[in-house]
């Protein structure tokens, strides 16, 4: 099991992260094509050039339509797959993230939301789907790389 990775920057003495240190990629979207804009990832691991990506939300609903389309796009192949969790941003003194609900994008398709009707049941779910994912890449044999794009480097 992993150690946990808390957070290492103090709001308290350091200031506001998100207004110091958080970089202003919305600047770079004018290099992109119309309609186009760069998002960020909320959590992300790998695992044998398998990828496991989390986008978090304090809402349950439909993502926006550029990320919805990300998503399936992302997932398409097979080798990314990636959670919606519609929840509370921070642990309660259970120890536990209060989740409402979640869903999975997944060869291009996403789930179902999955809600058992409590929170924290909730986020014990979510746990154990990760576990699952996590049991089946790591039998697998490290992904092959698809494509290669030739004069991009």
């Known amino acids: 099991m992993s150690a946990e990775n808390p957070m290492l920057w ?3 003495t350091d200031g506001c992260y998100n207004k110091l240190k958080r970089p202003d990629i919305h600047k770079l979207n004018r290099f992109l094509g119309e309609g186009c804009q760069f998002g ?3 959590g992300m691991t790998e695992r044998h050039g398998y990828m496991l990506m989390v ?4 809402w349950k609903g439909e993502l926006p339509a550029g990320q919805d ?6 997932t398409r ?10 929840g509370e941003a921070k642990a309660d003194d259970t120890g ?6 979640f869903r999975v994008y997944v060869n291009g398709e ?9 929170m924290y049941r909730n986020f ?8 699952k994912w996590w049991n089946a890449v790591n039998k697998l044999t490290p992904a092959p790389v698809c494509c290669r794009w030739a004069g991009l480097l």
């Open 110 to 118: 996403t789930t179902g939301w999955r809600n058992t009707g409590d």
């Open 124 to 131: 014990d779910d979510l746990g154990r789907f990760i576990n």
């Open 96 to 101: 536990k993230i209060p989740i409402y609900a």
């Open 40 to 42: 960020d990832v909320d």
């Open 77 to 86: 192949p097979g080798q990314i797959t990636t959670i919606q969790v519609a």
């Open 10 to 12: 103090d709001c308290e």
């Open 69 to 74: 389309r990300a998503h399936k796009a992302l």
């Open 55 to 58: 986008e978090w939300k304090s």
